[in-house]
């Protein structure tokens, strides 16, 4: 699937979250999205990403799961070069910082998601890479 088959499943999506207020639809319904912005590491584009995302009060994080796939989804890549972002929750918008998380901690978040969103231990089991955590740190 190359940039512009991942464009044309996204926007939809995006369109709906903001249609809705914030509110997810479709096979998102129910889950907590976030919009990611992100600066592309080659080409310097910004895309957005539509995550699922794991909200605990007001810290907030994203896994690059790719649905199990071996390789990291190109929005990872974007972040590690360019870890500024922007990110809408909700009807909010606000600037963070990518928080690359490891060890313990990283394993204790992944547990946490796979409790409440099943399926990302499914990604897990899918795939021999280790799938990343990422914190997304509001700045102020």
Same mark, same amino acid.
């Given at each position: 699937?190359?940039?512009?088959?991942?464009?044309?499943?996204?926007?939809?999506?995006?369109?709906?979250?903001?249609?809705?207020?914030?509110?997810?639809?479709?096979?998102?319904?129910?889950?907590?999205?976030?919009?990611?912005?992100?600066?592309?590491?080659?080409?310097?584009?910004?895309?957005?990403?539509?995550?699922?995302?794991?909200?605990?009060?007001?810290?907030?994080?994203?896994?690059?799961?790719?649905?199990?796939?071996?390789?990291?989804?190109?929005?990872? @890549?974007?972040? #590690?070069?360019?870890? &500024?972002?922007? +990110? %809408?929750?909700?009807?909010?918008? /606000? $600037?963070?910082?990518?928080?690359?998380?490891?060890?313990?901690? @990283?394993?204790? #978040?992944?547990?946490? &998601?796979?409790? +409440? %969103?099943?399926?990302?231990?499914? /990604? $897990?089991?899918?795939?021999?890479?280790?799938?990343?955590?990422?914190?997304?740190?509001?700045?102020?």
């Amino acid at each position: 699937m190359d940039k512009a088959d991942f464009d044309a499943m996204n926007n939809p999506v995006i369109e709906e979250f903001r249609a809705r207020g914030g509110v997810a639809g479709g096979i998102f319904e129910g889950k907590p999205l976030v919009l990611v912005h992100h600066i592309g590491a080659k080409s310097g584009i910004e895309r957005i990403a539509p995550l699922v995302a794991l909200v605990e009060g007001d810290r907030s994080y994203v896994f690059a799961s790719k649905g199990g796939a071996d390789t990291h989804p190109d929005w990872y @890549r974007n972040l #590690v070069a360019n870890p &500024q972002i922007t +990110v %809408e929750q909700g009807t909010e918008t /606000y $600037q963070a910082t990518a928080r690359f998380l490891d060890g313990a901690e @990283r394993d204790e #978040v992944y547990a946490r &998601q796979c409790a +409440v %969103e099943p399926q990302f231990a499914e /990604y $897990q089991r899918n795939t021999e890479r280790v799938i990343p955590v990422i914190e997304l740190v509001r700045t102020a």
